[in-house]
């Protein structure tokens, strides 16, 4: 009788991203390539490791935890399918809460929790950080590198379907407040757009 064999816990992961919620924007990272990007990996390389060609993938562990929040100390301690896939705090991993760039943790906002309380201080908000990306891209641009992190312009779109997804748009009064900010702000984008040194 064979011994059925347990998935690799980088599959493991892959299947739990699979499983979030649509709205979150996580299930794109259940591939090998989606989940390689979101390691900053190759998708070799996660293959080769689930696959058990590659046999000393420690450094691809400690990436994993850096970038999603799973111990690897988890990982590579050949884990059963009956232990729970665990954080750096050797808690249960919740993926919708490790990966929600708008969640927040003890030393950063909670994008979510301000938009129910001060919706438009949210705008403010949203309004500075595109004049930041927008300043950035053009820098880079006129230095010959290409513009734009993942991570900022990720977390840009993020914060922007929570505001749709929340109805906001759909209330007046933030479309209003909305529209203000911008337009206070755009003075201030248009020369970022169009001044010669920055």
């Known amino acids: 009788m064979s011994k059925t064999r347990c998935p690799h816990p980088v599959r493991r992961i892959r299947d739990a991203l699979g499983q979030t919620s649509e709205n979150s924007g996580l299930r794109e990272f259940r591939t090998s390539e989606g989940f390689a990007s979101l390691i900053e990996r190759s998708a070799s390389s996660v ?8 046999k000393k993938w420690d450094r691809l562990a400690r990436q994993i935890e850096k970038k999603t929040g799973v111990s690897a100390e988890w990982m590579l301690s050949n884990p059963s399918l009956s232990d ?8 249960s991993w919740n993926p919708e809460e ?3 760039p708008l969640q927040g943790d003890d030393s950063e906002l909670n994008w979510r929790l301000l938009l129910e309380i001060n919706p438009e201080s949210v705008v403010r908000i949203v309004v500075k950080m595109v004049e930041t990306r927008l300043s950035l891209d ?6 010959g590198t290409v513009p734009g992190s993942r991570g900022g312009n990720d977390f840009l779109r993020s914060l922007l379907r929570l505001i749709q997804e929340s109805g906001s748009f759909a209330d007046s ?12 702000e755009q003075p201030i984008l248009v020369e970022q757009m169009f001044r010669r040194k920055l």
């Open 138 to 143: 053009l820098v880079m641009r006129r230095n």
């Open 98 to 100: 490790a990966l929600d």
């Open 84 to 91: 729970p896939i665990l954080d750096v705090r050797g808690n």
């Open 47 to 54: 293959r080769n490791v689930e696959s058990g060609s590659t």
């Open 173 to 184: 009064e933030f479309v209003k407040s909305f529209t203000t900010a911008s337009q206070e």
